[in-house]
């Protein structure tokens, strides 16, 4: 497991307490992770198609990890946020790789 992702969540775990802040806490620090991650494979993986495409299937292995995290602790609501960030990572994804047109 990726260790920032591990970090994060514990970072956030004491925090979780069902108020409606926490809820939009939680969502701004996925958010945060997100974007941070996402920068940081392009970064990293832009010439490398191959890796890029390794590194965003990693990617929402971790989110997948955090869901049932989550859902041990019964968090559903913050469970549902981690499915929506992952269900939007993966369209994001998939335009990612696709193939670029040429133009002519």
Do not use: I
Request: proline share 5%; glycine share 0%; net charge negative.
């Amino acid at each position: 497991m990726n260790p920032k992702l591990e970090s994060f969540w514990e970072t956030l775990k004491p925090g979780l307490d069902r108020t409606p802040e926490s809820l939009v806490h939680f969502s701004w620090a996925l958010e945060d992770w997100e974007a941070e991650s996402l920068a940081v494979a392009l970064d990293l993986f832009s010439k490398e198609p191959v890796l890029l495409k390794h590194e965003l299937a990693s990617q929402l292995e971790e989110l997948d990890w955090l869901m049932q995290r989550l859902l041990e602790l019964e968090e559903y609501e913050c469970c549902a946020r981690v499915k929506e960030t992952r269900e939007r990572a993966s369209v994001r994804n998939q335009d990612l790789l696709k193939p670029k047109r040429r133009k002519r």
